[in-house]
């Protein structure tokens, strides 16, 4: 039984997950739209949940994160990756770009805005060069090791204290292409 799942996968399928998208030309495992909820999956049936560079081009990331949490099963562990607000709006489909707040509303204690969904903030970094097998494709080899290699020494400094640099730094870099944030979903004490 898998119990994995790509949301958004495009043409970036993962074996061994069940791989979601809203277009056909991808051939994911199950076509649906993820501005539609509920998504087509019964309660507490994942223990990963993986959307990379999705939830920009969604109406509602909170009704998302809320679908989430209801198809995840305790302990189920939710990675995202999500384009960072200095960078987010290099898109023409991005709706937003995200920064190291967007966990606080999912803490319980946040009185600025927590959403209902109790989620535990595993881990948060930062990423200069982002989506490398992407890059890969459309750069030439000098350009995407040189950016790799510089992307891996700002990230070992940016992610010393990402909430510092979120803000602080980010603009004298060139901004940030990517924030990854992990949660894991804990249904045992609610």
Not at 59 to 66: S, T, Y
Not at 90 to 98: D, I, L, S, V, W
Not at 126 to 143: H, I
């Amino acid at each position: 039984m898998v119990t994995k799942l790509n949301l958004g996968c495009g043409e970036f399928k993962k074996e061994g997950y069940v791989n979601v998208d809203c277009f056909a030309v991808s051939e994911p495992d199950i076509r649906h739209d993820l501005n539609s909820f509920p998504y087509p999956f019964e309660e507490n049936s994942f223990t990963l949940i993986e959307a990379d560079h999705l939830l920009e081009h969604l109406n509602d990331p909170f009704q998302v994160m809320r679908e989430l949490y209801r198809i995840g099963a305790d302990g189920c562990k939710i990675k995202l990756r999500m384009p960072h607000f200095s960078r987010g709006f290099t898109h023409a489909q991005h709706h937003r770009g995200f920064d190291v707040s967007f966990p606080l509303y999912f803490n319980p204690s946040f009185q600025g805005g927590y959403q209902g969904v109790p989620l535990r903030l595993e881990k948060m970094r930062l990423r200069w060069f982002a989506q490398p097998y992407l890059k890969k494709t459309v750069l030439p080899a000098p350009f995407y090791y040189a950016g790799k290699t510089l992307g891996t020494i700002i990230d070992f400094f940016a992610n010393a204290s990402p909430f510092v640099c979120s803000r602080l730094w980010c603009f004298w870099v060139g901004g940030f292409e990517e924030i990854e944030i992990v949660f894991s979903v804990n249904k045992s004490n609610c």
